[in-house]
């Protein structure tokens, strides 16, 4: 399978709000709610671009000061386990080596194929937060990935 990893643009709005309803049926992010993504200076959003112009996966980091947060990570299900959520997520470890002290999240406790994920990519478990998701309600994992050039490693 062969792919590219791109910025977001608008243009791809609405592909994106579609592949997001069938990742997350449950309670997917709204177009809008991309589209402020897209409009944040703090924001990036990185995709995997196929051969055809199909959108296979996406990701969305936002960054306050030196930290930053995987808002959201997905891959079409017929593009799964073929390493794009590796590509994506290695594509903003590599950004996050370079300019932030750790990268953050929150996981379903239940979304075994994620948690995988993050911690093949060494992310570790910190705490948990109770009743954090909705439709079903779950708690959430919170993980963190610290990267050596943050302010505590100066010290
Ligand atoms: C989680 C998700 C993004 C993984 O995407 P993917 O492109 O299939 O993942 P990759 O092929 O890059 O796999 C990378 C690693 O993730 C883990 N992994 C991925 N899918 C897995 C599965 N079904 N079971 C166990 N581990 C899995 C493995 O460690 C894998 O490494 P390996 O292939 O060397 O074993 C994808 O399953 C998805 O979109 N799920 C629905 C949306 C979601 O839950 N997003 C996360 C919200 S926090």
């Excluded at 306050?64 to 017929?78: H, K, M, Y």
């Excluded at 929150?106 to 992310?123: D, M, Q």
């Amino acid at each position: 399978m062969t792919y590219r990893i791109v910025p977001m643009t608008a243009a791809y709005l609405p592909q994106i709000a579609a592949l997001e309803k069938r990742c997350f049926p449950a309670d997917p992010w709204s177009e809008e709610l991309f589209r402020d993504a897209l409009d944040n200076p703090h924001t990036a959003i990185l995709l995997a671009e196929g051969e055809d112009g199909s959108i296979l996966g996406y990701a969305v980091l936002s960054v306050v000061l030196d930290e930053g947060n995987l808002d959201n990570i997905a891959v079409a299900p017929e593009a799964r386990r073929q390493g794009v959520a590796d590509t994506l997520l290695g594509a903003l470890i590599g950004f996050g080596r370079e300019h932030l002290s750790v990268l953050m999240l929150e996981v379903r406790a239940s979304n075994t194929p994620a948690i995988a994920l993050y911690e093949k990519h060494g992310f570790a478990a910190v705490g948990r937060r109770k009743n954090y998701y909705d439709a079903p309600k779950e708690d959430a994992i919170l993980m963190t990935l610290e990267f050596a050039n943050g302010t505590e490693a100066v010290k």
